[in-house]
């Protein structure tokens, strides 16, 4: 029987690990995977149409996806002439997951990417798997002692030939312990199989370069609920702290991060400098390069961190883009779509995509018809020097005429059966958007919520015709507190029919009241003494909302301005800039290389790089934002873009709704499914 030793303590690449089991010492050695010696960058391994890897330092996806072809690699170094594969033999391998490392997994690499990594088979953690005793197996999971139970059952078992275990993030050491003593209880085999455990600090999910999530559903609901007990409220403080730091770990950068006094934003970034500035004493850390590179370039990020009632409105506004609508009315959810009859990925592979999602959704619509019109232009052009009929549809078969013409249209085959297969893609979501359009009358929406947002009026008959009229009842619950939080003193009368209104079109009020509870609470005691701080509200003022809705609703009437630029796009420019101004001059600044004082760090800036995030649930309209904020500016700025977990407006007004639920307001059940995290 194997006799536990005392437990010791060795410090491995700026981590301490307990290693309790001697025979296990050699094996269950934690390396933090950015620390390994990088291998050489591989082209032919990155996914088609990624092609964003610029000078920019924060290279988010890129560098995401650089760890996780590592990992794929088993976390060994290649040989510097393989660095296109060839005389290299590709080990083919299992790839076993969680569904939380899935959905990281998805957006960066698709099945043909994990194939030509060598994986020839994805499998589940929980599901049941047959034993393929001749295979390496690559698991990727999050730490959690169910998933750490069933890698020890599955060594024990002898399912794969070896074992290369990767944490999304870091594994705590009761943990490590746990899985130690399973394999130590198991037959002598099982250790001999454990090849290597790792972390990675992947734990988030990277939609685009400059767009993250971290897949942390229904957080707004947990940080204002008045009813939420403390240790809820710190351990989901501290998961939002560990996922940035696993962004940053990622990036091999250390931010100085600013924030509003008070409420979520601040706890989060007092967590996340706690975990930097303890991370930051032990040398090698995961920023020891990171810190020389930092140095040489005189640049560090500024980490600005929001709280989701910074800008409420913008999460339940409806919006006319064509990548909003997407994601708002057909439901796009990682990087995915899926029609009734079909399935479509969204992505930077996609030029049509990238070129036109920002656009509005009419000009997308010219833009197809023109891009239709281009093709069968072009393939009446081929018929015709090939011989063929003018009008046909390209298939290849007609081809007649001489050699050259005929080679030129054989090759131009592929390009064109490509540009069929998105515009026939494009034509199927726009049309599937205007059905809900029409069916909805999302335009009159939109129009009605960008004069209140813009203008600071409204036509009435308008607001109660649509509350009325077409549109699902979300729809109608999304304008009615646009309308509140559009307006500082709504006329009373106009309120009551609003009200009057949803209750006609049998609308849960749970959200609107709620909204207006909260309005009326910070406005009493915004009222009540100019100068007084969150802390003279009371706790359950300040759980339901945690700041004065007066600096909201003033920025608000801006929000939609022939710029489009929102209340949260200026506080990130001024606080890039690094210049006095009134609407940041209060921010906190944490600097977590700097020694400890009272106010953190002194140097304020100017940035060039930025990571914005969200506590509570972003959105792509706030995205949008800020992608146009580097368009305009100059010298040019690069923003990074997270969230809690990206939310479409029908999804954040559930929240909203059972927020007003657990307050007891409005009445009946939200008819809002909550969706899953993005």
């Not at 080990?91 to 969680?98: E, I, S, T």
């Not at 040489?296 to 009632?309: E, M």
């Amino acid at each position: 029987m194997l006799r536990i030793e005392a437990a010791r303590t060795e410090r491995i690449n700026g981590r301490n690990h307990t290693r309790p089991l001697a025979r296990l010492s050699q094996l269950l050695v934690v390396f933090p995977i950015p620390l390994f010696s990088p291998l050489p960058f591989r082209s032919d391994l990155i996914p088609a149409g990624d092609h964003r890897g610029t000078a920019m330092a924060l290279s988010l996806r890129r560098k995401q996806l650089d760890v996780i072809v590592r990992m794929l690699h088993l976390n060994q170094q290649q040989l510097p002439n393989g660095g296109e594969g060839q005389g290299e033999e590709e080990a083919y391998k299992l790839l076993v997951m969680d569904p939380p490392c899935v959905s990281l997994l998805s957006p960066v690499l698709k099945v043909g990417d994990l194939r030509r990594h060598g994986v020839t088979l994805t499998l589940g953690i929980d599901r049941p798997r047959q034993a393929v005793a001749d295979a390496p197996a690559v698991y990727l999971v999050r730490p959690t002692p169910s998933n750490v139970d069933r890698i020890a059952a599955d060594a024990a078992a002898g399912l794969y030939a070896s074992f290369h275990v990767n944490f999304s993030t870091s594994v705590p050491r009761p943990l490590l312990e746990r899985l130690a003593a399973a394999c130590a209880a198991s037959p002598p085999a099982c250790v001999g199989r454990l090849a290597r455990v790792a972390d990675q600090y992947i734990d988030f999910v990277c939609l685009e370069e400059g767009l993250f999530s971290l897949a942390q559903p229904r957080a707004y609901v947990a940080l204002n609920d008045p009813a939420a007990a403390d240790a809820d409220i710190t351990s989901l403080v501290d998961a939002v702290a560990l996922g940035l730091f696993c962004v940053f770990a990622t990036l091999g950068v250390v931010p100085v991060i600013r924030c509003a006094r008070g409420g979520p934003s601040e706890m989060v970034t007092a967590a996340l400098d706690a975990r930097l500035r303890d991370h930051l004493l032990v040398k090698p850390n995961l920023f020891t390069e990171a810190a020389s590179a930092a140095v040489a370039s005189f640049q560090r990020p500024v980490l600005c961190l929001f709280d989701r009632n910074f800008e409420l409105s913008v999460g339940v506004q409806h919006d006319w883009s064509y990548r909003p609508l997407v994601h708002d009315v057909l439901g796009l959810k990682l990087n995915k779509l899926k029609l009734p009859a079909e399935k479509y990925e969204l992505d930077d592979s996609d030029k049509f995509w990238v070129t036109n999602s920002w656009s509005p959704f009419p000009k997308v619509a010219e833009e197809i018809e023109a891009q239709l019109a281009k093709y069968k232009q072009d393939v009446d052009e081929v018929n015709q020097r090939t011989g063929g009929g003018s009008g046909v549809e390209f298939d290849g078969t007609d081809l007649i005429g001489n050699t050259r013409h005929l080679m030129n249209a054989v090759n131009s085959l592929p390009e064109l059966t490509e540009r069929k297969k998105i515009i026939d893609k494009h034509t199927n979501i726009a049309t599937a958007l205007l059905g809900h359009i029409k069916e909805r009358s999302l335009d009159g929406y939109c129009d009605c919520e960008n004069d209140m947002l813009v203008n600071g009026t409204v036509d009435r008959n308008t607001l109660l015709s649509l509350l009325r009229g077409k549109g699902t009842k979300e729809d109608k619950l999304r304008l009615a507190v646009t309308y509140l939080l559009s307006f500082e003193t709504p006329p009373s009368s106009e309120l009551e029919q609003v009200e009057a209104a949803l209750r006609e079109s049998e609308v849960d009020m749970s959200a609107f009241q709620y909204v207006k509870r909260i309005k009326a609470l910070n406005t009493q005691f915004a009222g009540a003494s100019g100068t007084a701080t969150k802390s003279n509200i009371v706790d359950w003022a300040e759980k339901l909302y945690g700041q004065s809705l007066s600096a909201v609703t003033a920025g608000v009437k801006n929000l939609l301005s022939d710029g489009r630029q929102l209340a949260l796009t200026r506080t990130v420019e001024a606080l890039m800039e690094g210049k006095p101004n009134p609407e940041v001059d209060d921010y906190l600044l944490f600097d977590p290389r700097a020694p400890r004082s009272g106010t953190g760090g002194q140097f304020k800036g100017p940035f060039r790089e930025a990571i914005v995030f969200m506590i509570g649930g972003g959105n792509y309209i706030e995205y949008r934002s800020l992608m146009e904020l580097e368009q305009r500016t100059q010298p040019s700025k690069h923003v990074i873009y997270g969230a809690t977990e990206i939310l479409s407006g029908a999804e954040f007004i559930h929240q909203l709704a059972e927020l007003g639920q657990k307050a007891g307001l409005g009445g009946g059940s939200s008819n809002i499914p909550p969706g899953a995290a993005q």
